[in-house]
Protein backbone atom coordinates (compact mmCIF):
# COMPACT_ATOMS: atom_id res chain seq x y z
CA UNK A 1 0.00 0.00 0.00
CA UNK A 2 2.88 2.16 0.86
CA UNK A 3 4.10 1.45 -2.86
CA UNK A 4 1.58 2.37 -4.05
CA UNK A 5 0.50 5.24 -2.89
CA UNK A 6 4.09 7.07 -2.82
CA UNK A 7 3.51 6.24 -7.04
CA UNK A 8 -0.01 7.74 -7.32
CA UNK A 9 1.91 11.12 -5.05
CA UNK A 10 4.43 10.81 -7.90
CA UNK A 11 2.25 10.81 -10.57
CA UNK A 12 0.12 13.18 -9.32
CA UNK A 13 3.20 15.58 -8.94
CA UNK A 14 4.18 15.24 -12.69
CA UNK A 15 0.34 15.91 -13.99
CA UNK A 16 0.57 19.08 -11.20
CA UNK A 17 4.04 20.43 -12.98
CA UNK A 18 2.63 20.05 -16.44
CA UNK A 19 -0.79 20.94 -16.29
CA UNK A 20 -1.72 23.48 -12.88
CA UNK A 21 -4.51 22.13 -12.09
CA UNK A 22 -6.44 18.91 -11.60
CA UNK A 23 -9.60 20.13 -13.15
CA UNK A 24 -12.81 20.73 -11.18
CA UNK A 25 -13.67 18.57 -7.94
CA UNK A 26 -17.01 16.79 -7.68
CA UNK A 27 -17.91 19.21 -4.91
CA UNK A 28 -17.07 22.40 -7.17
CA UNK A 29 -19.06 20.78 -10.08
CA UNK A 30 -21.99 20.14 -7.06
CA UNK A 31 -24.65 22.95 -6.93
CA UNK A 32 -25.59 24.38 -3.72
CA UNK A 33 -28.82 23.17 -3.37
CA UNK A 34 -31.33 21.49 -5.91
CA UNK A 35 -34.84 22.51 -4.76
CA UNK A 36 -37.12 24.24 -7.16
CA UNK A 37 -36.68 27.71 -7.41
CA UNK A 38 -39.49 29.73 -6.39
CA UNK A 39 -40.48 32.86 -7.96
CA UNK A 40 -41.34 35.48 -5.79
CA UNK A 41 -44.81 36.96 -6.72
CA UNK A 42 -44.83 40.48 -7.65
CA UNK A 43 -48.79 40.78 -8.41
CA UNK A 44 -51.30 41.89 -5.73
CA UNK A 45 -54.89 41.61 -5.63
CA UNK A 46 -57.90 43.17 -7.13
CA UNK A 47 -59.87 45.06 -4.88
CA UNK A 48 -63.59 46.10 -4.80
CA UNK A 49 -65.32 49.00 -5.94
CA UNK A 50 -66.26 51.30 -3.37
CA UNK A 51 -69.36 50.19 -1.55
CA UNK A 52 -71.03 53.77 -1.50
CA UNK A 53 -69.11 54.99 -4.75
CA UNK A 54 -71.97 55.84 -7.13
CA UNK A 55 -73.42 59.28 -6.26
CA UNK A 56 -77.15 59.51 -6.99
CA UNK A 57 -78.30 61.68 -9.85
CA UNK A 58 -78.89 65.34 -9.60
CA UNK A 59 -76.95 65.48 -6.33
CA UNK A 60 -74.48 67.83 -7.84
CA UNK A 61 -77.90 70.06 -7.92
CA UNK A 62 -78.32 70.49 -3.88
CA UNK A 63 -76.72 72.60 -1.87
CA UNK A 64 -75.94 73.00 1.62
CA UNK A 65 -73.63 74.43 4.81
CA UNK A 66 -73.22 72.32 7.33
CA UNK A 67 -71.71 73.17 10.28
CA UNK A 68 -69.24 70.65 10.96
CA UNK A 69 -68.84 67.05 10.51
CA UNK A 70 -69.22 63.71 12.62
CA UNK A 71 -67.26 60.82 11.59
CA UNK A 72 -68.82 57.72 13.46
CA UNK A 73 -65.76 54.90 14.13
CA UNK A 74 -62.96 57.03 13.20
CA UNK A 75 -59.83 55.70 13.79
CA UNK A 76 -57.83 57.35 15.89
CA UNK A 77 -53.95 56.96 14.02
CA UNK A 78 -56.26 58.45 11.22
CA UNK A 79 -56.77 61.78 12.97
CA UNK A 80 -54.60 63.52 9.60
CA UNK A 81 -57.33 62.04 7.57
CA UNK A 82 -60.40 63.00 9.46
CA UNK A 83 -59.35 66.64 10.09
CA UNK A 84 -58.21 67.06 6.57
CA UNK A 85 -62.26 65.64 6.29
CA UNK A 86 -63.39 68.43 8.76
CA UNK A 87 -61.72 71.32 7.14
CA UNK A 88 -62.85 70.42 3.74
CA UNK A 89 -66.47 70.85 4.63
CA UNK A 90 -67.33 72.45 7.97
CA UNK A 91 -69.15 75.77 7.14
CA UNK A 92 -68.59 75.32 3.50
CA UNK A 93 -71.35 75.45 1.33
CA UNK A 94 -70.62 72.50 -0.74
CA UNK A 95 -73.25 70.13 -2.85
CA UNK A 96 -74.94 66.61 -2.43
CA UNK A 97 -72.55 65.19 -4.93
CA UNK A 98 -69.25 66.59 -3.09
CA UNK A 99 -70.27 64.94 0.17
CA UNK A 100 -70.12 61.32 -1.69
CA UNK A 101 -66.72 62.65 -3.24
CA UNK A 102 -65.39 63.44 0.28
CA UNK A 103 -66.65 59.89 2.02
CA UNK A 104 -64.98 57.93 -1.01
CA UNK A 105 -61.67 60.55 -0.83
CA UNK A 106 -61.62 59.80 3.14
CA UNK A 107 -62.09 56.24 2.19
CA UNK A 108 -59.00 56.17 -0.20
CA UNK A 109 -56.64 57.65 2.18
CA UNK A 110 -57.59 54.68 5.00
CA UNK A 111 -56.87 52.30 2.44
CA UNK A 112 -53.55 54.02 1.17
CA UNK A 113 -52.62 53.75 5.15
CA UNK A 114 -53.15 50.06 4.86
CA UNK A 115 -56.70 49.76 5.97
CA UNK A 116 -58.26 47.98 2.86
CA UNK A 117 -61.09 46.12 4.26
CA UNK A 118 -62.75 50.15 5.56
CA UNK A 119 -65.70 51.31 4.18
CA UNK A 120 -66.72 55.19 4.29
CA UNK A 121 -70.57 55.88 3.87
CA UNK A 122 -72.88 58.29 4.05
CA UNK A 123 -75.76 56.90 6.23
CA UNK A 124 -79.40 57.92 5.63
CA UNK A 125 -79.98 61.44 6.85
CA UNK A 126 -81.50 64.77 6.46
CA UNK A 127 -78.78 67.55 6.12
CA UNK A 128 -79.48 70.96 6.47
CA UNK A 129 -77.51 74.53 6.48
CA UNK A 130 -76.31 74.84 9.98
CA UNK A 131 -75.80 71.29 11.17
CA UNK A 132 -73.13 68.70 10.90
CA UNK A 133 -73.03 66.03 8.38
CA UNK A 134 -72.82 61.96 9.54
CA UNK A 135 -69.88 59.87 8.22
CA UNK A 136 -69.73 56.53 9.01
CA UNK A 137 -66.50 54.51 9.05
CA UNK A 138 -67.04 50.80 8.99
CA UNK A 139 -64.05 48.81 10.11
CA UNK A 140 -64.27 45.77 7.31
CA UNK A 141 -63.77 42.28 7.88
CA UNK A 142 -62.59 39.10 6.01
CA UNK A 143 -66.39 37.24 5.81
CA UNK A 144 -64.93 33.96 4.35
CA UNK A 145 -62.77 32.57 1.79
CA UNK A 146 -63.71 31.29 -1.20
CA UNK A 147 -61.23 28.64 -2.64
CA UNK A 148 -64.10 26.48 -4.35
CA UNK A 149 -62.44 26.63 -8.14
CA UNK A 150 -59.11 25.58 -7.02
CA UNK A 151 -58.18 21.65 -7.13
CA UNK A 152 -58.75 19.61 -4.03
CA UNK A 153 -55.28 18.81 -4.04
CA UNK A 154 -54.40 22.46 -2.84
CA UNK A 155 -57.53 23.97 -1.74
CA UNK A 156 -57.09 22.80 2.04
CA UNK A 157 -53.71 23.94 2.29
CA UNK A 158 -54.88 27.48 0.87
CA UNK A 159 -57.93 27.89 2.64
CA UNK A 160 -55.90 27.04 6.28
CA UNK A 161 -53.43 29.35 5.27
CA UNK A 162 -55.73 31.99 4.41
CA UNK A 163 -58.39 31.52 7.50
CA UNK A 164 -56.92 33.44 10.19
CA UNK A 165 -57.71 35.88 8.23
CA UNK A 166 -61.70 35.63 8.97
CA UNK A 167 -63.71 37.53 11.16
CA UNK A 168 -60.61 39.58 12.18
CA UNK A 169 -61.40 43.79 11.97
CA UNK A 170 -58.54 46.30 11.09
CA UNK A 171 -56.77 43.61 9.10
CA UNK A 172 -54.14 46.10 7.75
CA UNK A 173 -52.92 45.63 3.87
CA UNK A 174 -49.42 43.95 5.00
CA UNK A 175 -50.80 40.88 6.93
CA UNK A 176 -53.53 40.41 3.97
CA UNK A 177 -50.66 40.67 1.78
CA UNK A 178 -48.93 38.02 3.36
CA UNK A 179 -51.35 35.59 4.51
CA UNK A 180 -52.25 35.63 0.21
CA UNK A 181 -47.98 35.35 -0.64
CA UNK A 182 -48.02 32.50 1.66
CA UNK A 183 -50.80 30.60 0.37
CA UNK A 184 -49.50 31.28 -3.28
CA UNK A 185 -46.47 29.66 -2.01
CA UNK A 186 -48.66 26.22 -2.50
CA UNK A 187 -46.12 23.65 -4.47
CA UNK A 188 -47.74 23.63 -7.92
CA UNK A 189 -50.02 26.81 -7.60
CA UNK A 190 -50.25 29.88 -9.09
CA UNK A 191 -52.70 32.01 -7.26
CA UNK A 192 -55.15 34.50 -7.98
CA UNK A 193 -57.09 36.75 -5.42
CA UNK A 194 -59.76 38.51 -5.99
CA UNK A 195 -61.45 40.74 -2.71
CA UNK A 196 -65.77 40.93 -3.16
CA UNK A 197 -68.11 42.69 -0.95
CA UNK A 198 -69.54 40.32 1.11
CA UNK A 199 -73.30 39.75 2.30
CA UNK A 200 -73.10 41.97 5.90
CA UNK A 201 -72.08 45.58 6.27
CA UNK A 202 -68.62 46.23 6.04
CA UNK A 203 -67.98 41.93 5.41
CA UNK A 204 -65.73 41.08 1.94
CA UNK A 205 -64.92 37.71 0.62
CA UNK A 206 -61.34 36.91 -0.51
CA UNK A 207 -61.91 34.84 -3.52
CA UNK A 208 -58.64 32.76 -4.53
CA UNK A 209 -58.35 31.22 -7.89
CA UNK A 210 -55.68 29.65 -9.83
CA UNK A 211 -53.76 27.09 -11.89
CA UNK A 212 -52.43 23.87 -10.36
CA UNK A 213 -49.72 21.25 -12.33
CA UNK A 214 -49.29 18.63 -10.16
CA UNK A 215 -45.52 17.91 -11.96
CA UNK A 216 -43.00 19.79 -12.91
CA UNK A 217 -39.54 20.26 -14.02
CA UNK A 218 -36.79 20.79 -16.66
CA UNK A 219 -34.61 19.28 -19.00
CA UNK A 220 -31.81 20.93 -20.80
CA UNK A 221 -28.07 20.65 -21.79
CA UNK A 222 -24.75 23.27 -21.46
CA UNK A 223 -21.05 23.11 -22.71
CA UNK A 224 -19.87 24.68 -19.26
CA UNK A 225 -17.20 22.16 -17.84
CA UNK A 226 -13.89 21.54 -18.75
CA UNK A 227 -12.53 19.10 -21.49
CA UNK A 228 -11.53 16.45 -18.13
CA UNK A 229 -14.74 16.06 -17.64
CA UNK A 230 -16.35 16.15 -21.44
CA UNK A 231 -17.65 19.84 -21.71
CA UNK A 232 -21.31 18.69 -21.99
CA UNK A 233 -23.39 18.40 -18.83
CA UNK A 234 -27.38 17.14 -19.61
CA UNK A 235 -29.22 17.61 -16.87
CA UNK A 236 -33.26 16.20 -15.89
CA UNK A 237 -34.89 17.74 -12.87
CA UNK A 238 -39.14 16.70 -11.82
CA UNK A 239 -40.71 17.61 -9.00
CA UNK A 240 -44.49 16.51 -7.47
CA UNK A 241 -46.20 19.18 -6.17
CA UNK A 242 -48.94 19.51 -2.93
CA UNK A 243 -49.84 15.24 -3.77
CA UNK A 244 -50.26 14.93 -0.30
CA UNK A 245 -52.49 17.53 0.01
CA UNK A 246 -49.87 19.63 2.30
CA UNK A 247 -48.44 21.83 0.41
CA UNK A 248 -45.09 19.75 -0.04
CA UNK A 249 -42.58 19.21 -2.81
CA UNK A 250 -40.76 16.21 -3.23
CA UNK A 251 -38.09 16.55 -6.01
CA UNK A 252 -34.96 15.03 -7.59
CA UNK A 253 -32.33 15.98 -10.05
CA UNK A 254 -30.24 13.85 -12.27
CA UNK A 255 -26.96 15.47 -14.47
CA UNK A 256 -23.75 14.59 -16.12
CA UNK A 257 -22.26 13.41 -18.78
CA UNK A 258 -24.26 12.49 -21.58
CA UNK A 259 -21.57 10.58 -23.79
CA UNK A 260 -23.13 6.92 -23.84
CA UNK A 261 -19.45 5.49 -23.54
CA UNK A 262 -18.35 3.33 -20.33
CA UNK A 263 -17.70 7.29 -18.78
CA UNK A 264 -20.95 8.45 -19.13
CA UNK A 265 -23.59 9.60 -16.63
CA UNK A 266 -25.26 6.54 -16.03
CA UNK A 267 -21.93 4.39 -16.23
CA UNK A 268 -20.29 2.89 -12.91
CA UNK A 269 -17.70 5.38 -13.11
CA UNK A 270 -19.27 8.16 -14.57
CA UNK A 271 -16.93 11.23 -15.87
CA UNK A 272 -19.85 13.44 -13.82
CA UNK A 273 -22.71 12.76 -12.60
CA UNK A 274 -25.15 14.37 -10.07
CA UNK A 275 -27.66 13.08 -8.26
CA UNK A 276 -29.96 14.50 -5.81
CA UNK A 277 -32.82 14.56 -3.58
CA UNK A 278 -34.84 15.95 -1.49
CA UNK A 279 -38.44 17.36 -0.24
CA UNK A 280 -39.57 20.71 0.85
CA UNK A 281 -42.50 20.72 3.75
CA UNK A 282 -44.37 23.68 5.48
CA UNK A 283 -44.49 23.56 8.82
CA UNK A 284 -48.19 24.86 10.06
CA UNK A 285 -49.51 28.31 7.88
CA UNK A 286 -46.99 30.88 9.18
CA UNK A 287 -44.00 30.88 6.75
CA UNK A 288 -42.17 28.15 8.44
CA UNK A 289 -40.59 25.00 6.65
CA UNK A 290 -38.01 22.73 6.30
CA UNK A 291 -35.74 20.94 3.29
CA UNK A 292 -34.16 17.66 3.13
CA UNK A 293 -31.70 17.09 0.63
CA UNK A 294 -29.26 14.24 -0.21
CA UNK A 295 -26.82 14.66 -3.23
CA UNK A 296 -24.28 12.01 -4.55
CA UNK A 297 -21.58 13.46 -7.23
CA UNK A 298 -19.03 11.62 -8.55
CA UNK A 299 -16.15 12.87 -11.47
CA UNK A 300 -13.73 10.69 -13.24
CA UNK A 301 -11.79 13.23 -15.18
CA UNK A 302 -10.18 12.03 -18.33
CA UNK A 303 -6.63 13.56 -18.81
CA UNK A 304 -5.72 11.31 -21.57
CA UNK A 305 -2.51 10.11 -19.26
CA UNK A 306 -4.26 6.66 -18.54
CA UNK A 307 -5.19 7.36 -14.62
CA UNK A 308 -7.48 9.42 -13.26
CA UNK A 309 -8.39 11.51 -10.04
CA UNK A 310 -11.76 10.36 -9.13
CA UNK A 311 -13.75 12.14 -6.66
CA UNK A 312 -16.96 11.49 -4.89
CA UNK A 313 -19.18 14.03 -2.87
CA UNK A 314 -21.72 13.25 -0.67
CA UNK A 315 -23.90 15.62 1.27
CA UNK A 316 -27.35 15.57 3.64
CA UNK A 317 -28.46 18.76 4.20
CA UNK A 318 -31.48 19.99 6.76
CA UNK A 319 -32.60 23.46 6.21
CA UNK A 320 -35.26 25.10 8.20
CA UNK A 321 -36.46 28.43 7.45
CA UNK A 322 -38.79 31.31 7.93
CA UNK A 323 -40.53 33.84 5.59
CA UNK A 324 -39.56 36.41 8.03
CA UNK A 325 -40.97 39.16 6.05
CA UNK A 326 -43.48 38.44 2.68
CA UNK A 327 -44.75 40.83 0.94
CA UNK A 328 -44.89 42.17 -2.74
CA UNK A 329 -42.09 44.56 -2.63
CA UNK A 330 -40.12 43.38 0.15
CA UNK A 331 -38.95 39.54 0.90
CA UNK A 332 -36.56 38.16 3.97
CA UNK A 333 -36.06 34.80 4.63
CA UNK A 334 -34.15 33.44 7.68
CA UNK A 335 -32.72 29.80 7.41
CA UNK A 336 -30.74 27.67 9.46
CA UNK A 337 -28.92 25.04 7.83
CA UNK A 338 -26.92 21.68 8.74
CA UNK A 339 -24.71 19.92 6.59
CA UNK A 340 -23.04 16.49 6.79
CA UNK A 341 -20.41 15.91 4.23
CA UNK A 342 -17.78 14.13 2.66
CA UNK A 343 -15.47 13.93 -0.28
CA UNK A 344 -13.29 10.99 -1.01
CA UNK A 345 -10.80 12.07 -3.79
CA UNK A 346 -8.74 8.59 -4.97
CA UNK A 347 -5.47 7.59 -7.96
CA UNK A 348 -7.40 5.54 -10.15
CA UNK A 349 -4.81 4.04 -12.98
CA UNK A 350 -5.13 -0.11 -14.17
CA UNK A 351 -4.72 -2.29 -11.02
CA UNK A 352 -4.33 0.53 -8.50
CA UNK A 353 -6.96 2.48 -6.37
CA UNK A 354 -5.26 4.47 -3.54
CA UNK A 355 -7.40 6.88 -1.68
CA UNK A 356 -5.64 10.61 -1.62
CA UNK A 357 -7.64 12.51 1.28
CA UNK A 358 -10.86 11.84 2.66
CA UNK A 359 -12.79 14.87 4.60
CA UNK A 360 -16.09 14.35 7.08
CA UNK A 361 -17.49 17.74 7.44
CA UNK A 362 -20.20 18.50 9.94
CA UNK A 363 -21.33 22.15 9.35
CA UNK A 364 -23.68 24.75 10.88
CA UNK A 365 -24.55 27.34 8.38
CA UNK A 366 -26.84 30.96 9.41
CA UNK A 367 -28.65 32.39 6.41
CA UNK A 368 -30.28 35.56 5.28
CA UNK A 369 -31.85 36.34 1.85
CA UNK A 370 -33.81 38.51 0.50
CA UNK A 371 -35.35 41.06 -2.07
CA UNK A 372 -36.50 44.46 -2.74
CA UNK A 373 -38.43 46.03 -5.26
CA UNK A 374 -38.22 49.87 -4.16
CA UNK A 375 -39.60 51.30 -7.26
CA UNK A 376 -40.67 50.55 -10.79
CA UNK A 377 -38.21 47.98 -12.87
CA UNK A 378 -36.25 47.68 -10.05
CA UNK A 379 -34.90 45.09 -7.46
CA UNK A 380 -32.34 44.62 -5.41
CA UNK A 381 -31.36 40.90 -3.88
CA UNK A 382 -28.48 39.47 -1.78
CA UNK A 383 -27.98 37.07 0.59
CA UNK A 384 -25.43 36.39 2.94
CA UNK A 385 -24.15 33.23 5.21
CA UNK A 386 -22.11 32.22 8.05
CA UNK A 387 -20.69 29.16 8.06
CA UNK A 388 -19.27 26.98 10.82
CA UNK A 389 -17.36 23.79 10.36
CA UNK A 390 -17.91 21.40 13.82
CA UNK A 391 -14.75 19.03 14.96
CA UNK A 392 -17.69 17.14 16.47
CA UNK A 393 -20.68 14.51 14.83
CA UNK A 394 -17.91 12.35 13.48
CA UNK A 395 -15.95 15.17 11.79
CA UNK A 396 -12.61 13.80 10.64
CA UNK A 397 -9.07 15.53 11.53
CA UNK A 398 -6.39 14.79 8.80
CA UNK A 399 -3.69 12.20 9.57
CA UNK A 400 -0.12 11.66 8.33
CA UNK A 401 -1.18 8.95 6.01
CA UNK A 402 -4.83 10.46 4.62
CA UNK A 403 -4.91 14.30 4.61
CA UNK A 404 -7.91 16.16 3.68
CA UNK A 405 -8.34 17.75 0.29
CA UNK A 406 -6.36 20.77 1.12
CA UNK A 407 -3.01 21.17 2.60
CA UNK A 408 -3.57 22.63 6.55
CA UNK A 409 -7.16 22.73 5.79
CA UNK A 410 -9.72 21.56 9.30
CA UNK A 411 -12.82 20.64 9.82
CA UNK A 412 -13.62 23.35 12.03
CA UNK A 413 -13.78 26.78 10.46
CA UNK A 414 -15.80 29.73 10.07
CA UNK A 415 -16.15 31.41 6.38
CA UNK A 416 -19.21 34.30 5.48
CA UNK A 417 -20.33 34.57 2.09
CA UNK A 418 -22.32 37.43 0.50
CA UNK A 419 -23.97 38.24 -3.27
CA UNK A 420 -26.04 41.45 -3.59
CA UNK A 421 -27.38 41.70 -7.22
CA UNK A 422 -29.27 44.85 -8.95
CA UNK A 423 -31.67 44.86 -11.78
CA UNK A 424 -33.38 48.36 -13.48
CA UNK A 425 -34.89 48.77 -16.31
CA UNK A 426 -34.39 51.87 -18.20
CA UNK A 427 -35.79 53.76 -21.16
CA UNK A 428 -39.35 52.29 -20.39
CA UNK A 429 -38.79 48.94 -20.41
CA UNK A 430 -36.29 49.43 -23.80
CA UNK A 431 -33.35 48.32 -21.78
CA UNK A 432 -31.94 46.59 -18.71
CA UNK A 433 -28.79 46.68 -16.83
CA UNK A 434 -27.80 43.65 -14.46
CA UNK A 435 -24.85 44.08 -11.66
CA UNK A 436 -24.02 41.29 -9.19
CA UNK A 437 -21.28 40.60 -6.92
CA UNK A 438 -20.30 37.96 -4.81
CA UNK A 439 -17.43 37.64 -2.39
CA UNK A 440 -16.19 35.09 0.68
CA UNK A 441 -13.70 35.39 3.24
CA UNK A 442 -12.09 32.03 5.60
CA UNK A 443 -10.58 34.44 7.97
CA UNK A 444 -7.06 33.57 7.36
CA UNK A 445 -7.99 29.40 7.23
CA UNK A 446 -7.40 27.02 4.47
CA UNK A 447 -10.70 25.49 3.42
CA UNK A 448 -11.79 21.87 2.58
CA UNK A 449 -12.50 21.96 -1.53
CA UNK A 450 -16.49 21.72 -0.60
CA UNK A 451 -16.36 24.63 0.82
CA UNK A 452 -13.74 27.11 -1.31
CA UNK A 453 -14.94 29.95 -3.45
CA UNK A 454 -15.16 29.60 -7.60
CA UNK A 455 -14.95 33.01 -10.01
CA UNK A 456 -15.80 30.62 -12.70
CA UNK A 457 -19.35 29.46 -14.92
CA UNK A 458 -21.97 31.06 -16.19
CA UNK A 459 -23.15 33.98 -14.36
CA UNK A 460 -19.78 34.90 -13.46
CA UNK A 461 -15.96 34.75 -14.93
CA UNK A 462 -18.09 32.92 -17.96
CA UNK A 463 -14.67 32.46 -19.80
CA UNK A 464 -13.90 30.46 -17.11
CA UNK A 465 -14.96 26.54 -16.70
CA UNK A 466 -17.68 25.52 -13.66
CA UNK A 467 -15.89 25.41 -10.68
CA UNK A 468 -12.45 26.74 -12.43
CA UNK A 469 -9.95 29.11 -10.71
CA UNK A 470 -11.15 28.77 -6.45
CA UNK A 471 -9.95 29.70 -3.21
CA UNK A 472 -10.29 29.67 0.02
CA UNK A 473 -11.50 33.83 -0.38
CA UNK A 474 -12.65 35.99 -3.46
CA UNK A 475 -14.49 38.42 -4.73
CA UNK A 476 -16.14 38.50 -8.40
CA UNK A 477 -18.55 41.10 -10.38
CA UNK A 478 -20.75 40.78 -13.37
CA UNK A 479 -22.39 43.29 -15.11
CA UNK A 480 -24.64 42.95 -18.41
CA UNK A 481 -26.52 45.67 -20.24
CA UNK A 482 -29.66 43.72 -22.28
CA UNK A 483 -32.24 45.15 -24.26
CA UNK A 484 -35.76 42.64 -24.58
CA UNK A 485 -36.81 42.66 -28.08
CA UNK A 486 -40.16 40.40 -27.93
CA UNK A 487 -40.82 38.75 -31.80
CA UNK A 488 -43.97 38.67 -33.69
CA UNK A 489 -46.05 35.87 -32.44
CA UNK A 490 -45.50 32.27 -34.40
CA UNK A 491 -46.96 28.64 -34.67
CA UNK A 492 -49.14 29.90 -31.49
CA UNK A 493 -45.93 30.90 -28.90
CA UNK A 494 -44.42 33.89 -27.82
CA UNK A 495 -40.61 34.56 -27.85
CA UNK A 496 -38.49 37.47 -26.35
CA UNK A 497 -35.46 37.63 -27.58
CA UNK A 498 -32.71 39.38 -24.87
CA UNK A 499 -29.28 40.52 -26.65
CA UNK A 500 -26.59 41.54 -24.19
CA UNK A 501 -23.26 42.31 -23.45
CA UNK A 502 -21.21 41.90 -20.24
CA UNK A 503 -17.99 42.63 -18.30
CA UNK A 504 -17.12 40.02 -15.41
CA UNK A 505 -14.22 40.11 -12.94
CA UNK A 506 -12.69 37.88 -9.95
CA UNK A 507 -9.78 37.16 -7.77
CA UNK A 508 -9.51 34.47 -5.37
CA UNK A 509 -6.54 33.47 -3.00
CA UNK A 510 -5.29 30.33 -1.53
CA UNK A 511 -4.34 30.70 2.47
CA UNK A 512 -1.93 27.87 2.23
CA UNK A 513 -1.03 27.25 -1.54
CA UNK A 514 1.40 24.49 -2.12
CA UNK A 515 4.38 24.60 -4.05
CA UNK A 516 2.71 23.99 -6.99
CA UNK A 517 -0.17 26.46 -6.85
CA UNK A 518 -0.31 29.82 -6.84
CA UNK A 519 -1.39 32.37 -3.98
CA UNK A 520 -3.53 34.07 -5.80
CA UNK A 521 -5.25 33.98 -8.92
CA UNK A 522 -7.44 36.57 -10.73
CA UNK A 523 -9.78 36.95 -14.34
CA UNK A 524 -11.39 39.22 -16.95
CA UNK A 525 -13.66 38.82 -19.36
CA UNK A 526 -15.95 40.66 -21.92
CA UNK A 527 -18.48 39.30 -24.01
CA UNK A 528 -21.37 39.40 -26.02
CA UNK A 529 -24.46 36.79 -26.31
CA UNK A 530 -28.36 36.45 -26.41
CA UNK A 531 -30.76 34.72 -24.24
CA UNK A 532 -34.15 33.52 -26.28
CA UNK A 533 -37.19 32.64 -24.22
CA UNK A 534 -39.86 31.01 -25.60
CA UNK A 535 -43.41 30.46 -23.78
CA UNK A 536 -46.23 28.27 -25.27
CA UNK A 537 -49.74 30.25 -24.13
CA UNK A 538 -52.12 28.79 -21.60
CA UNK A 539 -49.44 26.48 -20.48
CA UNK A 540 -46.22 26.65 -18.00
CA UNK A 541 -43.88 25.42 -20.46
CA UNK A 542 -41.17 27.08 -21.18
CA UNK A 543 -38.14 27.14 -23.70
CA UNK A 544 -34.74 28.52 -22.87
CA UNK A 545 -31.93 29.14 -24.89
CA UNK A 546 -28.79 31.00 -24.56
CA UNK A 547 -25.61 31.37 -26.39
CA UNK A 548 -22.55 33.33 -25.56
CA UNK A 549 -19.35 34.49 -26.41
CA UNK A 550 -16.42 35.43 -23.75
CA UNK A 551 -13.03 36.51 -24.07
CA UNK A 552 -10.87 37.22 -21.40
CA UNK A 553 -7.54 36.08 -19.58
CA UNK A 554 -6.36 34.94 -16.44
CA UNK A 555 -3.13 35.55 -14.49
CA UNK A 556 -2.35 31.64 -14.89
CA UNK A 557 -2.98 30.67 -18.16
CA UNK A 558 -3.13 34.08 -20.12
CA UNK A 559 -5.63 34.85 -23.03
CA UNK A 560 -9.17 32.34 -22.70
CA UNK A 561 -11.82 32.35 -25.30
CA UNK A 562 -15.35 30.70 -25.12
CA UNK A 563 -18.01 30.02 -26.88
CA UNK A 564 -20.91 28.53 -24.59
CA UNK A 565 -24.34 27.38 -24.82
CA UNK A 566 -27.20 26.59 -22.67
CA UNK A 567 -30.42 24.82 -23.34
CA UNK A 568 -33.32 24.54 -20.95
CA UNK A 569 -36.97 23.18 -20.94
CA UNK A 570 -39.81 23.90 -17.90
CA UNK A 571 -42.48 21.93 -18.01
Not at 23 to 41: L, M
Not at 283 to 303: M, R
Request: charged fraction near 20%; charge should be negative.
Amino acid sequence: MFVKRTLALSMMCCLAAGSGAFGQSASQVTQPNYAPQQSVARGGFDLPLTADASVPQGADQFHVTPSGVTIEGAFEDMSAANDSLRQRLSGKSVTAAELFEAAADLERAYVNAGYLLVRVSLPPQTVRDGMPVLFVVTNGYVERIDASTLSTYVQRRVLTTLEPLIGVRGVKSGELERRLLLAGDTAGVTLRSTLRPGETAGGTVVVVNGDYSPIGGSFGINNGLSDDLGVYAGEFNVNFNSLLEIGETIYGSFSGYPGAKADGAASSAPRNRQLAAGFIVPLGHDGLWFNGEYVLSQTNPDNGLGFTIGDEFRKLSGRLGYELVRSRNLNLTTMAIFDIASEEQSFIAPGIDVMLSKDELRVFRLSQKGSFAPWRGAEFSGDITWSLGLDALGARQATAALPLSRYLAEPDFQKLAASLGYVQSLLDGRAQIRLSASAQTSFGKALPSSEQFSIGGAGRVSVLDQGQTSGDAGIVGRAELTAPLPMPPALGTNATVWPYAFAAAGAVELVHPTALEDKSENAVAVGLGARIALNLPKTTSQSFFELEFASGSTSSTGHESRLSFRINNRF
